[in-house]
């Protein structure tokens, strides 16, 4: 057989991660990071992570050139998190691939809305992301969520200690 073509060089199946993606899943961070565009995660906390993640499988090759993850928050509040594409990659419907995904999820575990933090705002439009100010909960809610150790709880919460790490991004909220 000759060389693959183009097409299927880039045809993925997107599948649960597993603790032996996580060398890949930092690959993939590392190419984000260092612009500030993702937030770092340490191995560790991408262990213990691993089953919110799902990853896009290069069919070709096996390689993880994809992936994103689905933290819920509270009994109707999800967030999309850590979702990127292997730069050699982008443009290719990988990212829509993982992000549908994620909010299929979502609607599996009884979640009604999705947050995200992000500078890609017009992709996240186009699955009906809207840029939203205020932090979109009740205060009874907002005071338990201040229970959270999680980082990414703070920054949904846009608690001062953690703003360096948002300047930049949009907040945006997908209703289900
Ligand atoms: C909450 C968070 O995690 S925020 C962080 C978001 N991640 C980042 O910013 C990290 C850096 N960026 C990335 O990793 C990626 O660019 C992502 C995740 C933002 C998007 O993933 P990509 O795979 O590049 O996006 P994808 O290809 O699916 O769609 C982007 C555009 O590519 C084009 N495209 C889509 N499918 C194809 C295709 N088959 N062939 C050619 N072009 C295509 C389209 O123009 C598409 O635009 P559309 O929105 O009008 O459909």
Known sequence: MGDLSTTDAKTVTIRRARTGDVP???RLLDQYVQQRILLDKAPVVLYEDIQEFWVAERDSDGQVVGCGALHVMWED???VRTLAVDRDLKGSGVGHQVLAKLLETARRVGVSRVFCLTFEVDFFAKH?????GETPVE???YMEL????DEGVAEFLGLERVKPNTLGN???LLHL
Do not use: P
């Open 24 to 26: 890949a899943l930092r």
């Open 77 to 79: 509040l999800a967030e």
């Open 128 to 132: 009906g992301f809207v840029e939203i």
């Open 139 to 141: 205060t009874d809610v």
């Open 146 to 149: 201040l229970r959270s150790y």
């Open 170 to 172: 949009s907040r945006m």
